[in-house]
Protein backbone atom coordinates (compact mmCIF):
# COMPACT_ATOMS: atom_id res chain seq x y z
CA UNK A 1 0.00 0.00 0.00
CA UNK A 2 1.56 3.25 -1.27
CA UNK A 3 1.36 5.73 1.84
CA UNK A 4 3.22 8.82 2.56
CA UNK A 5 3.91 9.84 6.54
CA UNK A 6 4.47 13.53 7.36
CA UNK A 7 5.80 14.78 10.56
CA UNK A 8 7.71 17.20 12.05
CA UNK A 9 6.13 20.13 12.33
CA UNK A 10 5.36 21.99 15.76
CA UNK A 11 4.46 25.46 16.89
CA UNK A 12 7.13 27.73 16.98
CA UNK A 13 8.17 31.57 17.37
CA UNK A 14 8.96 33.78 13.98
CA UNK A 15 12.55 33.01 13.15
CA UNK A 16 12.75 29.95 14.59
CA UNK A 17 13.74 26.58 12.55
CA UNK A 18 11.62 23.23 11.82
CA UNK A 19 12.62 20.23 10.02
CA UNK A 20 9.75 18.45 8.34
CA UNK A 21 9.83 14.74 7.07
CA UNK A 22 7.87 12.63 4.22
CA UNK A 23 8.66 8.79 4.74
CA UNK A 24 7.07 7.09 2.12
CA UNK A 25 5.92 3.22 1.76
CA UNK A 26 4.82 1.05 -0.41
CA UNK A 27 7.50 2.05 -3.54
CA UNK A 28 10.46 3.07 -3.59
CA UNK A 29 11.01 6.97 -2.96
CA UNK A 30 14.23 7.45 -5.74
CA UNK A 31 11.84 6.81 -8.73
CA UNK A 32 9.26 10.09 -7.62
CA UNK A 33 10.16 13.25 -8.47
CA UNK A 34 8.55 14.64 -4.99
CA UNK A 35 7.22 17.87 -3.47
CA UNK A 36 6.33 19.69 -0.47
CA UNK A 37 3.27 21.93 -0.53
CA UNK A 38 1.22 23.53 2.43
CA UNK A 39 -2.43 24.70 2.98
CA UNK A 40 -3.40 27.45 4.82
CA UNK A 41 -7.07 28.09 6.50
CA UNK A 42 -9.28 28.95 3.37
CA UNK A 43 -6.49 28.78 0.58
CA UNK A 44 -5.79 26.64 -1.88
CA UNK A 45 -2.69 24.09 -1.53
CA UNK A 46 0.18 25.67 -3.09
CA UNK A 47 3.68 24.07 -4.14
CA UNK A 48 6.39 25.31 -1.21
CA UNK A 49 9.51 23.22 -2.77
CA UNK A 50 10.19 19.96 -5.40
CA UNK A 51 12.75 17.67 -5.95
CA UNK A 52 13.65 15.65 -9.52
CA UNK A 53 14.95 12.28 -9.13
CA UNK A 54 17.94 13.96 -10.34
CA UNK A 55 18.22 16.44 -7.22
CA UNK A 56 17.22 19.52 -9.07
CA UNK A 57 15.16 21.28 -6.98
CA UNK A 58 12.62 24.28 -7.39
CA UNK A 59 11.29 27.04 -4.84
CA UNK A 60 7.94 29.11 -4.35
CA UNK A 61 8.93 32.86 -4.21
CA UNK A 62 8.13 33.27 -0.86
CA UNK A 63 10.53 30.14 0.55
CA UNK A 64 13.56 30.92 -1.43
CA UNK A 65 16.97 31.61 0.66
CA UNK A 66 14.98 30.32 3.65
CA UNK A 67 13.57 26.92 3.18
CA UNK A 68 15.38 23.52 1.43
CA UNK A 69 14.40 20.35 0.52
CA UNK A 70 16.24 16.99 0.30
CA UNK A 71 15.96 13.33 0.05
CA UNK A 72 17.77 10.51 1.74
CA UNK A 73 16.34 7.81 -1.14
CA UNK A 74 18.20 5.38 1.47
CA UNK A 75 15.75 5.76 4.08
CA UNK A 76 13.17 6.49 1.56
CA UNK A 77 12.50 10.06 3.11
CA UNK A 78 12.08 13.62 2.05
CA UNK A 79 12.75 16.79 4.12
CA UNK A 80 12.05 20.02 4.48
CA UNK A 81 14.33 22.22 6.37
CA UNK A 82 12.80 25.10 7.71
CA UNK A 83 14.56 28.54 8.68
CA UNK A 84 13.83 31.96 9.58
CA UNK A 85 10.38 31.18 9.84
CA UNK A 86 7.36 33.85 9.60
CA UNK A 87 3.44 34.06 10.71
CA UNK A 88 2.66 33.33 7.06
CA UNK A 89 4.20 30.50 6.57
CA UNK A 90 1.73 28.98 9.21
CA UNK A 91 -0.34 25.68 7.42
CA UNK A 92 -0.60 22.09 7.07
CA UNK A 93 2.51 21.02 5.34
CA UNK A 94 1.23 17.76 2.89
CA UNK A 95 4.38 15.74 0.55
CA UNK A 96 2.96 14.46 -3.14
CA UNK A 97 4.36 14.17 -6.30
CA UNK A 98 6.02 17.61 -8.04
CA UNK A 99 6.36 18.00 -11.70
CA UNK A 100 9.26 20.21 -12.48
CA UNK A 101 8.51 23.37 -13.83
CA UNK A 102 4.73 23.41 -11.83
CA UNK A 103 3.69 24.84 -9.33
CA UNK A 104 0.62 22.59 -9.33
CA UNK A 105 0.16 19.84 -7.24
CA UNK A 106 1.11 16.69 -9.20
CA UNK A 107 -0.45 14.09 -6.23
CA UNK A 108 0.91 10.45 -7.57
CA UNK A 109 -1.29 9.13 -4.71
CA UNK A 110 -3.34 10.04 -2.05
CA UNK A 111 -2.52 12.94 0.19
CA UNK A 112 -1.79 12.56 3.56
CA UNK A 113 -2.69 13.60 6.84
CA UNK A 114 -0.34 16.68 6.43
CA UNK A 115 1.84 18.27 9.51
CA UNK A 116 0.79 21.65 11.34
CA UNK A 117 3.16 23.90 11.14
CA UNK A 118 2.55 27.18 13.47
CA UNK A 119 4.22 30.23 13.67
CA UNK A 120 3.87 33.14 16.23
CA UNK A 121 4.84 36.35 15.87
Known amino acids: QVQLVESGGGLVQAGGSLRLSCVAS????????MGWYRQAPGKERELVAG???????NYADSVKGRFTISRDNAKNTVYLQMNSLKPEDTAVYYC???????????????WGQGTQVTVSS
Open 96 to 110: NGFLYGSSRPYPFTS
Open 26 to 33: GFILSIKN
Open 51 to 57: ITIGGST
